[in-house]
């Protein structure tokens, strides 16, 4: 018989994305809500081995659903990736009473949890914290939305400029290896051609976009740029290019780098994070282990960490034909 749920630790690793305080206030309240003390672990899987932890209550939580970041803090582990750093987390663990783990992260926060859950048969519950949206199994996660919006307001002030000068702008998003963030800002913010990694456009695609793009009467154009884009070293061999293969275009580089991942969180983002904290909760009370809390199709859902961090990101190619049409 499973051991009966009554304290819960909680921690953010990886990359802060806005919308994880109100995931943690969402945890914390849901707690209280069923009876169950809650803990709070400071600088993610490196506060584990450290055993950095502090109670948490309703009141602890306070006036956190409008701040960005994390609350509880975020450091990368080296000794978290060893089982003998794993042991250690798993022994402050045992020492503190908790009883159960629910982690807030992305792609290398769940594979961590997957490794010490299966190792000591712990309960672990994931909930999906990364602007990227490269998680399998949930069509969202938390901080996507909040980037996109940052990343649709700096465009639209960059295409300011680009009309007032007749200028090229090469806009650089994150996103990793995924190019949602490119892909649904380049979109809203109306750029003339979007690079993502899913789809290589290549260089001699890309100057005869420009060209057609000039031959229809456009004097500055917005091309968005996705971080892990493959048809240039970088954004900047990318600028260089262009400038030696076409005249008449002055080339501009904006890269905007983590104020993608900073500010106050959308709506949107308060509400799907205090969804996935009530619904972690929910889960340990089903008896639901080593998985992630996700939405698909706007209903909530649990996938395993194994199928949440397996395989390649998956972009919509309905986005893709919407973009390819509208950018003409």
Known sequence: MAKAIKKVGILTSGGDSPGMNAAIRAVVRSCVYHGFESVGIYRGYEGLIEGDFEPLNARSVKNLISRGGTFLKSARSEEFRTEEGRLTAYNHLAKANIDALIVIGGDGTFRGALALGKEHKFPIIGIPGTIDNDINGTDFTIGYDTALNTVVEAIDKIRDTAHSHNR????????????????SAGIGAGAEIILIPEQNLGKERLIESLRRSKKSGKTSSIIVVSEGDKVGKNIYQIADYIENTLTGYE?????????QRGGSPSCRDRVFASRLGVNAIDALLRGEYGVMIGVQDSKIISVPFSEAIKGENKIDKELIRVADITSI
């Open 168 to 183: 090229l702008f090469l806009v650089e998003v994150m996103g990793r290896d995924a190019g949602d963030i490119a892909l």
């Open 251 to 259: 080339v501009r580089v904006t890269v905007l780098g983590h104020v």
